[in-house]
């Protein structure tokens, strides 16, 4: 059975940093597309961050997060993550790690939230103003 479990998240002021942690099993990171949503109060899921399962792992940003945002993976920990710099109030949201069998590669694929077939509980990010 797969699981995915999210860690890091907390309460911030604007301008700081947190690091989300998805710890895998049932499933090798490495293998699997990989991503990062949000969602909040009020909103669609929306897409964040996705790697693929290339060794290297190409990644995609949403526009709102790139050169503030990075996702990573470790797969000896076969855990992935995403380094949250700079944070903006309009980035508060639960977050939601998510996994894929799908090979993708291309963005437009990695944003769609039916790719991937597992899904964390979500860890709360909240960022003051």
């Known amino acids: 059975q797969v699981q995915l479990v999210e860690s890091g998240g907390g309460s911030v002021q604007a301008g700081g940093s947190l690091r989300l942690s998805c710890a895998a099993s049932g499933r090798t990171v490495s293998n699997s597309g990989m991503g990062w949503f949000r969602q909040a109060p009020g909103k669609e899921r929306e897409f964040v961050a996705g790697?693929?399962?290339?060794?290297?792992?190409?990644?995609y940003y949403t526009d709102s997060v790139k050169g503030r945002f990075t996702i990573s993976r470790d797969n000896v920990k076969n855990t992935v993550y995403l380094q949250m710099n700079s944070l903006k109030p309009e980035d508060t949201a639960v977050y939601y790690c998510?996994?894929?069998?799908?090979?993708?590669?291309?963005?437009?694929?990695?944003?769609?939230?039916?790719?991937?077939?597992?899904w964390g509980q979500g860890t709360q990010v909240t960022v003051s103003s």
């Open positions: 790697i693929t399962w290339r060794s290297g792992g190409t990644t």
């Open positions: 998510a996994t894929s069998l799908i090979q993708y590669t291309t963005y437009n694929v990695a944003t769609l939230p039916g790719v991937y077939d597992y």
